[in-house]
């Protein structure tokens, strides 16, 4: 039958990792299709091509700063819990990182929209909840900045996923990425929040291959 494949090889982490990756790529490709169909200009499409195709060396590129996310993760090992925000794309990618974190840690992890912020979730900020801001070089990122400023003012300890290069943030630490085009951002800012919670898991003695009261038929009975 037609469907779109992943090609993602065998899935052996219960958390879906390398699927949630393929699956954001797919839909990358799906789009520029769609779009081709409709307006979007060669160059333009060329464009998003060329850097859909540099994901794969840009990703070792994070893989490769793993031992700096480990250090990170020790900020998270003691707290109970953990808050993760985003704009726009970004908010995705926020609610992904704190899936994947409660999901192998345990700990309680919950993703807002940086622009809900002072709807209420500005109310749970304290000196013993770590806020993960995604802050990507876009259009928002000035706003992005204004929102680490605002969680700083109430003494909440602030981590930074930002581009490589990018102005010193008033952040207890950083993770670096490289630059995508904007419309991929998402796909590169995820895979440090995944290294991120496999760190936070290993160190506080949690069972990463088989989490607890989750299964998945493949690999756990």
Partial sequence: GRGIYL??????????TKTFTCTAVA???????????????TAAGGRLLSALAALPEQIAAVLAREAEIARV???????????????????????????????????????????????GP????????????????????????STIEEIRARHGPVLAVTHAGEQLLPVEDTIEVPASEPELDSILLNIPLQLLAYHVALKRGCDIDRPRNLAKSVTVE
């Fill in 73 to 119: 993760a020790e900020q998270l090992v003691a707290r109970e819990h953990a808050y993760f925000v985003g704009r726009a794309a970004g908010h995705a990618v926020a609610m992904e990182g704190a899936l994947k974190l409660k999901e192998v840690s345990y700990l309680h992890a919950e993703a807002y929209s940086a622009a809900e912020l002072k709807h």
């Fill in 27 to 41: 839909f990358a490709l799906l789009a520029i299709h769609l779009g081709r169909i409709r307006d979007l200009s």
């Fill in 122 to 145: 500005l109310a749970l900020i304290s000196p013993q909840t770590p806020t993960v801001v995604l802050i990507p070089r876009d259009d928002l990122y000035g706003k992005n900045v």
């Fill in 7 to 16: 090609h993602a090889g065998p899935e052996i982490a219960v958390v879906s």
